[in-house]
Each structure stands twice: as structure tokens, then as C-alpha cells.
């Protein structure tokens, strides 16, 4: 059987550059090679396959055709113990751990430190006026990731704010171990995170375990049969959680920002809802559940910019696929962006039409995958749409924004999508009461 089309690009670092710079990388060749195409990236022969179909056969056969895995710079940057490098019954066991983080009980008792950092944010930008919005959402999604999951406030001004950033801007790069290089300054970013996690996990595990945020949660964790997580890998887990509840929350609340600027009749609807609940009660779970036009927005702007552009496996069989051969050792990587951009399942795709999602019309299953899907989807799935409306439900309460000119709104794509420019806005407290 013939292997896909495509070509492996340059000897050793094949098409890695052009896949990093190029957002549209994807999309060009699957217009010139079709549904499934060969390339070569991270060092890896990888096959790109896109559509609900290619999403079906690759989540569907975790386990016995594929595993997860990442590029060698995110793997050794999340560290060997993340759940995200675990498979099998391994991968299984430590999952339901760690969602004892993310259940409804848990979710319950985030909302009111989450409504509480998102006022004060609120306020600080109706003061500034105008401003580069984009690194005030990464501290803001920092702020309530340090502050739900590990218990630290203000967590985007302390060290481990910073030695993030430095660690997650190397995730997906070359893994040239250098000190000037993206991975070396990451993989140094790494060792001061682990140093500062361990601090606060030593300190959370002599006191009592408050039980309001995530690592209160998985210290006081057991499985099946009755071990707890050691040290090390709950630093590793922290560290996932905290990238998990920030780069792509980011991306997401900025890709709202940004379409609801450029579709007032949206906002307009949006804000319309808003008034039907009380403004002057804090916002519960309940609230949150009823507001079935915001829903439909915050899935649209998850379709149309999913925060997270494929899912990475790698082949342990051989096996088939539109009638080409996946050899075994070969990286797979399903497009979500690609499967959110088919025409087929959504007309007119490059529109922004929350209506699409109005009815519950029987989508079909891994038509729709901002959160990946099948045994791994995301953990924090709830989480992270817990966040993204409450975000959005109170600023559209207390705030209305524009964009100014002359900025470049195009989207760097990796790791995970942001405007070139920042998304440069400017603010004034709304006239809603």
C-alpha cells in the first residue's frame, strides 16, 4: 500500500521551521495533497490526516493502533512523570486522580475566588482606558491557575510567574539544549519551577491541606489502592495543570475578545441575556447553566479558533487510513483546526455564527473537538469552560471594548493561537445596568 503524499522537506529538521512560522502550514498542503499528507517535523516522519473521520480512527484506537505523544521538546519540558506522557492503565489510573481536581464539587467551591480575580482585573483595565490586552489575559488566566490550583495569590507577579512564561515559550521548539536557545532557557525555566513547586508542596503537605485548591486535593489524593502521588510527580502534575489552566484558557478568552469586537451584533445579543440576571449577586454555577446564547458563542469561538491546532500520536501497528499505509514509529497528527474548517459538517466556515450551535442538531461524534476527545480528552475541559464563561458573562456586564487601528490581528498559531499585534483595545465602563 502506498504511504501518504507529501514530501519530508529539508535533510534532519524537515519542515519543523515552516510548521512553527506558518499558520496556515496545514491547511496549504491539505489543499495541495488532500485529506492526508506526508511531512517531517520535530524530527519525526508524520502523517497529517484532517476530518471528523481521521478524528474517529485516531481517538478511537488509543492503545491499540496509537499513543499519545509530544514533540521531544514538550516531552522533556513536561517532565516524565505527566499525565500527558503516560498511556495504558497507567494513563487510566493516574486520570482519575487527578480529576478528583476538576469534578463538580471541586468546581463548585472555584467559582468565588474566580469571580474575585476577574473584578479586580475589571477594574484595573476600566482605569487604563487603552491597552495591549493579550499579556493582561495571560496574567489574568496565570492569576487564577496559581490561585485555584496551587493556592498562591497574585501568582503572575511572583518568580513562578515568570519562570512559566520562560518554560512555555520553549514547549514547542527545537530541542537544541543550548543556553541562547528557546528549549535551553526553558529547560533552565523548568529546574527553577520545580525548585518553587516542591517549596510549596513541602509547605502545603506539613500544614493542614486547605482543600480549596487543586494541590490541597491531590496531596489528600489516593487510588485504588490507597498510595498517594510522591513529590515528584506531583510537581510534574502541577506543572501540567497550570499549563493546561493557562496557555490555551488564554488563547481562548483572547479569540472572544477579538470576535465579539468584530461582531457587535453579537455583543449586542450577548449583553441582551446578561440582563436578565441580577447584576448585583455574585454569579453561581446555576446562573452560569442558564445562559444557553452565551453557550452557543463560547463553541463557536472554540470551533472557529480552536486553542489547540491537533492532536500528536505516534503509530505502534501499522495500520491504514484512506487507503494509505501509517508505518509503525511514524507521528500521526489529526487537525482539529482542519476538521472545525470542513465545509461538510459547518457551511460557511470562516463565519462567526454562534446560531450554528442553537439547536442540538446530532452533530456527528469527533465533528467537534476543541478538547480532543475519546480516553484522553481534556481533563480540565470543565474547568477551563467554567472559567471562559464567567470571564465573559461578567465582562460584558461591566465593560465594553474596541479594537484600535493599524494593529496586525492575523494569529500566530504556536503554541497556541494569539493576535500578532496583542489585540490592542480600548476600554469604557458600559452603560448596562
Known sequence: MALPPGSFG?????DTINFLQDAQFAKKRHQQYGPIFKSSIFGQPTVFMSGQEANLFVLSNDNQYFVATWPASTRALLGPLSLSLQTGANHQNRRKLL??????????GYVGAMENITQRYLDKWAKMETMTWYPELRNYTFDVAAKLLVGIDN??????????????YGLFSI???????RFGKAKKGRKLLLAELENIIRDRQQGTPS?????????SARDDEGNSLS???LKDQVLLLLFAGHDTLTSAIATFCLLLAQ??????????????????????????KQMTYLEQVMREVLRLVPPVAGIFRTAINAC????????????????ITQTHQDSQLYPEPDRFDPERFSSERSAKPFSYVPFGGGLRECLGKEFARLEMKLFAAKIVRELEWELLPDQDLNLIAVPTPRPRDGLRVKFRRTTMK
Open 320 to 335: 491504514e487510513f484512506g487507503g494509505y499505509e501509517i508505518p509503525k514509529g511514524w507521528s500521526v497528527l489529526s487537525g
Open 99 to 108: 480529576y478528583q481536581a476538576f469534578g463538580p464539587r471541586a468546581l463548585v
Open 231 to 233: 513529590l515528584d510527580e
Open 263 to 288: 461582531n457587535p451584533d453579537v455583543m449586542a445579543k450577548v449583553r441582551a441575556e446578561q440582563q436578565q440576571f441580577p447584576a448585583t449577586e455574585p454569579l453561581t454555577l446555576e446562573q452560569l
Open 175 to 181: 530541542a537544541l539544549d543550548l543556553p541562547w536557545t
Open 211 to 219: 482543600g480549596n485548591d487543586a494541590l490541597s486535593l491531590l496531596i
Open 155 to 168: 501568582g503572575s507577579e511572583t518568580a513562578l510567574g515568570h519562570n512559566f512564561e520562560t518554560w512555555c
Open 10 to 14: 529539508l535533510p534532519l529538521i524537515g
